[in-house]
């Protein structure tokens, strides 16, 4: 099926709206070689792939090349750097997109052992120069590396250098669409000052304590637009995405570079390297998923302003949007309705360096997590869903609580230990 207008894309985004509400969550991981501590080269995590069918994982190829591997709604797909990302299934509760992960890191642990290879769930490859980032043979990739830099000094920092923990949630009408994109696009300075775990660059301190914040805010096609943090809707959003530059074509099975063309010039069939071809909403997700600002939009909210962590801390930021999001929204937007827009701006640029210090509203954001924290505990408890030993979601914030407490982000404990013992810890 053809679109013939915004209309059709405004039309997509109520499709979206859904009478229960999943939660599902993205994470990504860096496999270095054992002894060298060099990146993980596609052949090896080829072998990783490999090794991960023995769990019922089934593969998935482009042409003649093993790309990933697919199990009922879970996916594990090689980002440009070969960091290895798992997208999971759309779960009900925490409780089960954490069961998820523990599975998956468990199988990941045990293929690094028969394989010689260690992980790292940290949001900045700490060790590596960019130009010895092996990378895949994913098409797609090839011209991403061409086009992104040209529009983004970072670009290719961001594709070969960081990995991120996602957070998708859905709406259930526009109305609800609107409150929980603007809460999620006012939050985003919270995310990278509580979440930051990127302070170390290339074995040196990399003076942020989110640097893979600093590379996102640098790349093309990113970053917070100030439209986010106004009333967004459907239709406000589908204009961005009209007018927003193709980063490339997907044509049987080719990657065609779009050459400047926007998103309206191919509905308006005005595109001479496709023959003038109109798209269809596999084009249209395809242009979708070629977004990468901090929140973004497309059957559901994504929420993509969390550095990667390791096992004790990885469920501690889908728990924290889902209880605000989920449990605690209209009582959530209350209290940050009343941030200046501005300062939200000033922030978002801050957070990556200041971290907890960082203010808005007169408030830094430590002090501001605090109050956060309590209302997403707060949902957690309302939505009362509790796993075999009776305890809810809210357990899972127990990272988040030792944040605050110690007055401490996980990038700064980096810091403290990697000055003292000048390494960094694998798992």
Same mark, same amino acid.
């Given at each position: 099926?053809?679109?013939?207008?915004?209309?059709?894309?405004?039309?997509?985004?109520?499709?979206?709206?859904?009478?229960?509400?999943?939660?599902?969550?993205?994470?990504?991981k860096f496999l270095f070689?054992?002894?060298?501590?060099?990146?993980?080269?596609?052949?090896?995590v080829k072998d990783v792939?490999?090794?991960?069918?023995?769990?019922?994982?089934?593969?998935?190829?482009?042409?003649?090349?093993?790309?990933?591997?697919?199990?009922?709604?879970?996916?594990?797909?090689?980002?440009?750097?070969?960091?290895?990302?798992?997208?999971?299934?759309?779960?009900?509760?925490?409780?089960?997109?954490?069961?998820?992960?523990?599975?998956?890191?468990?199988?990941?642990?045990?293929?690094?052992?028969?394989?010689?290879?260690?992980?790292?769930?940290?949001?900045?490859?700490?060790? %590596?120069?960019?130009?010895?980032?092996?990378?895949?043979?994913?098409?797609?990739?090839?011209?991403?590396?061409?086009?992104?830099?040209?529009?983004?000094?970072?670009?290719?920092?961001?594709?070969?250098?960081?990995?991120?923990?996602?957070?998708?949630?859905?709406?259930? %009408?526009?109305?609800?669409?609107?409150?929980?994109?603007?809460?999620?696009?006012?939050?985003?300075?919270?995310?990278?000052?509580?979440?930051?775990?990127?302070?170390?660059?290339?074995?040196?301190?990399?003076?942020?304590?989110?640097?893979?914040?600093?590379?996102?805010?640098?790349?093309?096609?990113?970053?917070?637009?100030?439209?986010?943090?106004?009333?967004?809707?459907?239709?406000?959003?589908?204009?961005?995405?009209?007018?927003?530059?193709?980063?490339?074509?997907?044509?049987?099975?080719?990657?065609?570079?779009?050459?400047?063309?926007?998103?309206?010039?191919?509905?308006?069939?005005?595109?001479?390297?496709?023959?003038?071809?109109?798209?269809?909403?596999?084009?249209?997700e395809t242009h979708l998923?070629?977004?990468?600002?901090?929140?973004?939009?497309?059957?559901?909210?994504?929420?993509?302003?969390?550095?990667?962590?390791?096992?004790?801390?990885?469920?501690?930021?889908?728990?924290?949007?889902?209880?605000?999001?989920?449990?605690?929204?209209?009582?959530?937007?209350?209290?940050?309705?009343?941030?200046?827009?501005?300062?939200?701006?000033?922030?978002?640029?801050?957070?990556?360096?200041?971290?907890?210090?960082?203010?808005?509203? %007169?408030?830094?954001?430590?002090?501001?997590?605090?109050?956060?924290?309590?209302?997403?505990?707060?949902?957690?408890?309302?939505?009362?869903?509790?796993?075999?030993?009776?305890?809810?979601?809210?357990?899972?914030?127990?990272?988040?609580?030792?944040?605050?407490?110690?007055?401490?982000?996980?990038?700064?404990?980096?810091?403290?230990?990697?000055?003292?013992?000048?390494?960094?810890?694998?798992?």
């Amino acid at each position: 099926m053809f679109i013939n207008s915004k209309e059709d894309l405004i039309n997509y985004f109520h499709q979206g709206s859904k009478k229960e509400l999943f939660i599902g969550v993205e994470n990504e991981k860096f496999l270095f070689d054992q002894s060298t501590n060099s990146r993980a080269t596609y052949l090896k995590v080829k072998d990783v792939l490999y090794y991960l069918k023995k769990f019922g994982w089934q593969e998935v190829t482009e042409g003649e090349n093993l790309i990933g591997l697919k199990d009922n709604g879970k996916n594990i797909s090689l980002e440009p750097g070969n960091q290895i990302e798992l997208s999971g299934e759309k779960l009900k509760n925490i409780h089960e997109a954490c069961s998820e992960s523990f599975i998956f890191l468990d199988q990941m642990k045990k293929a690094c052992e028969e394989l010689d290879l260690k992980m790292m769930s940290i949001g900045f490859d700490p060790i %590596s120069k960019i130009e010895n980032v092996p990378k895949n043979p994913k098409k797609r990739y090839e011209i991403m590396t061409t086009e992104m830099p040209k529009n983004g000094k970072l670009s290719l920092d961001m594709m070969y250098r960081t990995c991120g923990t996602q957070i998708n949630l859905d709406y259930n %009408s526009e109305l609800d669409f609107k409150k929980k994109f603007k809460l999620a696009s006012y939050l985003t300075p919270i995310s990278i000052a509580l979440f930051a775990n990127s302070s170390i660059k290339e074995m040196k301190s990399s003076n942020f304590l989110s640097y893979r914040s600093k590379v996102w805010q640098s790349t093309s096609r990113g970053g917070l637009p100030q439209i986010f943090l106004e009333d967004m809707d459907f239709e406000k959003y589908a204009d961005m995405s009209l007018d927003m530059p193709l980063l490339f074509i997907l044509q049987n099975s080719k990657y065609i570079n779009a050459e400047g063309k926007t998103f309206k010039d191919f509905i308006d069939g005005n595109i001479e390297a496709i023959e003038n071809k109109k798209p269809t909403f596999k084009d249209f997700e395809t242009h979708l998923a070629t977004i990468f600002t901090e929140v973004r939009l497309k059957k559901y909210i994504e929420i993509r302003s969390l550095d990667a962590c390791e096992w004790n801390c990885h469920c501690s930021g889908p728990a924290f949007y889902t209880g605000l999001l989920y449990g605690n929204l209209d009582e959530v937007l209350e209290v940050v309705s009343k941030w200046n827009k501005q300062d939200i701006m000033n922030a978002y640029l801050e957070a990556p360096k200041k971290g907890l210090s960082t203010i808005i509203n %007169s408030k830094s954001i430590l002090e501001w997590s605090e109050v956060l924290l309590n209302l997403s505990k707060k949902g957690l408890q309302k939505r009362n869903i509790k796993n075999k030993s009776g305890k809810d979601e809210s357990i899972f914030l127990k990272s988040i609580e030792n944040t605050l407490l110690n007055k401490k982000t996980k990038a700064e404990k980096t810091i403290e230990d990697f000055n003292e013992k000048k390494g960094i810890d694998f798992f």
